[in-house]
């Protein structure tokens, strides 16, 4: 049955919506005919959570709880939505799934744009010297001077 899993995470890529944040709503029994249909493979259902809590576990995928409040004030829980981790997108690109780069890319964009992080290393670098006061600068200046004194001959 360990020779399921692979087929059944690329099984999960494919149910993926193809958008910025994406991510599945599909259910047991649809991974289990996509399996049939283009892996020949048939699993029972319960190896099917057991996979998915296995992929859970290794931090390849994560589920999304979401709930509505009702205007009467009650909740209404709704079917978990299972999204990729960078981690998960990483082996889809190991295992050389088509689509699977460009949703790689797409998840690091989207993590850079959310957090503000900047593109490249000269970038971070040029923010890091404008957050530095005099103060700190001079104070490393003094510790760079000290640190690279040659040794009295």
């Known amino acids: 049955m360990a ?18 944040d994406s991510y599945t709503k599909a259910s047991v029994n649809k991974l289990r005919e996509l399996l049939i249909k283009h892996h020949d493979k048939s699993i029972e259902r319960r190896w099917t959570f057991e996979c998915l809590a296995d992929f859970e576990g290794e931090g390849l995928i994560y589920r999304q709880v ?13 079917s978990s939505i299972i ?9 889809l690109v190991k295992m050389r799934v088509e689509g699977s780069l ?4 797409n ?38 001077e000290m640190v690279f004194k040659p040794f009295p001959a």
């Open 83 to 91: 999204k990729f981790h960078v981690k998960g997108l990483r082996k």
């Open 107 to 144: 998840k690091i964009t989207h993590i850079k744009n959310k957090y503000g992080i900047p593109k490249t290393k000269a970038e971070y670098i040029k923010e890091l010297n404008e957050k530095m006061d005099r103060d700190e600068e001079r104070r490393l200046g003094d510790h760079a």
């Open 3 to 20: 020779s399921a899993k692979p087929p059944l995470f690329i099984a999960l890529f494919s149910c993926m919506s193809k958008d910025v």
């Open 102 to 105: 460009l949703a790689l890319k």
């Open 66 to 78: 979401r709930t509505k409040r009702r205007p009467d004030g009650t909740i209404r829980r709704y």
